[in-house]
């Protein structure tokens, strides 16, 4: 079953890149484009048989008609849903404010696509709604466990060739640069070349035949495929 994520963006071609790369991404994003209608929709009281359903997250504009992102905090907190804020308003109080009424996380437009899928996945996993499990053809990625199977077998990874691959896995379709992920694996302090990068792609394709799903993207870097 896929993780549903709510897109609360009143703005049309925005709400529809972002549902377009989290559809990629492999999540189930459900587009919203009125305040009213999404506190409708989170208390269950909508018509569209929408009511009853769990969302992993919200992805929360705050200038929206009818009510503010602002004022959708209180019913998302009493439903459980951990929002981001994907919003223009980048002045130091706005972002103070939707921090401190509860947001786990606050974006300003425009934003890249791959920052919000990351941050994302970091909110997710630190709100215990994250991929536990996730399965590539016959490889199975138990990140609870931290271990690797494939064909039910152990898969013997050193630490950054796993943290790549559950990088890559979790985020599939996406196209990573490979200063990209230099950055998310081995940290925006890290002073080797990307060459490190290609190394250890080198070695996840040859450990799990991932030769086909592991691609290469000229001139760019890397995307995992399933």
Sequence with gaps: ????????EDDASISELICMNLEAAG??????????????????????????????????DIMLPGKDGFELMGCMQSAGIPVIYLTAKADVISKVHGLRAGAEDYIVKPFEVLELLVRMEKVLERTGRGKEIIEIRDVRID???H??????????????????????AANK???????????????????????????????????LDFFEVIRTIPKTGYRLED
């Design 27 to 60: 999540y189930e994003p459900v587009p919203v484009y009125d305040g009213v209608e999404a506190e409708k929709i989170v208390s269950g009281l909508a018509g569209s048989g929408e009511g009853g359903v769990s969302y992993a997250l919200a992805l929360v």
């Design 1 to 8: 079953m896929k993780t549903r994520i709510l897109v609360i």
């Design 173 to 207: 379709n996406v196209a990573f640069s490979r200063e990209q992920l230099l950055n998310q694996v081995w940290g925006s302090d890290y002073m080797g070349e990307t060459r490190t990068v290609d190394v250890h792609i080198g070695r996840l394709r040859k450990k």
């Design 143 to 145: 990140r609870k466990e």
């Design 147 to 168: 271990q690797v199977m494939k064909a039910g077998i152990p898969v013997a990874l050193k630490p950054m060739e796993y943290e790549l691959l559950v990088l890559l």
